[in-house]
């Protein structure tokens, strides 16, 4: 499985700012993959990230809101923009191992919005 | 439209115990993949288990086994003589062929006393 880093682990916010998490894999991967879980929730897939096209958004995200990144095929950025506390939340980064449907996660992003 | 239910929201058992965690899914597709996660409380998703729909045969990996029966739609899993470590949120998943979204359920927690 691919080995897969975010930046930053975790990170308290002021509301009204904007934050960029990156993801960066150790292997050429097309798909990646962002979601949210907010606390004690399940996961959300935000956006799909492949290199080369825009990124697709799942119903309720909005590129304003959540633009994504995805510049080659070892990384992508998802910037959560103008936070508000219900932004709080841990952000994941996923890829897709090719042919498998077998999604890996990053370690996540714990963001704490104040 | 799909769905996974995992109607267990917390279990508490005692070490060497044995426990299974149930997962239910709905979908339309005759082509489809089922997945099980764990979530330690360090917050990053490890995978454990794909099965994919034409696969009805039981896994077993160490103490961990996975029962898929598609004429009760459920992929459940089991843990034997449990032990602390195994402690964490574990998700079940589904995605189809060709959409690569995953739909995951709400999660159980696990805990594991000593």
């Known amino acids: 499985s691919a080995v897969i880093s975010q930046k930053p682990s975790r990170d308290i916010c002021q509301r009204g700012t904007s934050l960029t998490i990156q993801c960066q894999v150790d292997?050429?991967?097309?798909?990646m993959f962002w979601y949210r879980q907010q606390p004690g929730q399940s996961l959300t897939l935000i956006a799909t990230?492949?290199?080369?096209?825009?990124?697709?958004?799942e119903s309720g995200f909005v590129i304003d809101k959540f633009p994504i990144s995805r510049p080659n095929l070892t990384f992508s950025t998802l910037t959560v923009s103008n936070m508000s506390p219900e932004d709080s939340s841990i952000y994941l980064c996923s890829v897709e191992r090719a042919g498998t449907y077998e999604q890996y996660f990053g370690p996540g992003t714990r963001l704490t919005v104040t | 439209a799909q769905k996974v239910t995992q109607a267990q929201t917390e279990i508490s058992v005692v070490e060497k115990e044995d426990v299974t965690l149930d997962c239910v899914y709905e979908?339309?597709?005759?082509?489809?993949?089922l997945f099980w996660y764990k979530q330690p409380p360090s917050g990053e998703l490890v995978f454990l288990i794909r099965r994919n729909s034409f696969d009805e045969q039981n896994e077993i990996s160490g103490r961990y086994s996975w029962n898929f029966q598609k004429s009760t739609s459920s992929f459940n899993f089991t843990i034997t003589a449990s032990q602390v470590v195994d402690s964490a949120v574990y998700f079940c998943a589904l995605t189809s062929s060709g959409t690569y979204k995953y739909i995951f359920g709400t999660g159980t927690r696990l805990k594991v006393l000593a």
């Open positions: 292997s050429q991967v097309t798909m």
């Open positions: 990230a492949n290199q080369g096209s825009e990124a697709t958004y």
């Open positions: 979908t339309r597709d005759t082509t489809y993949y």
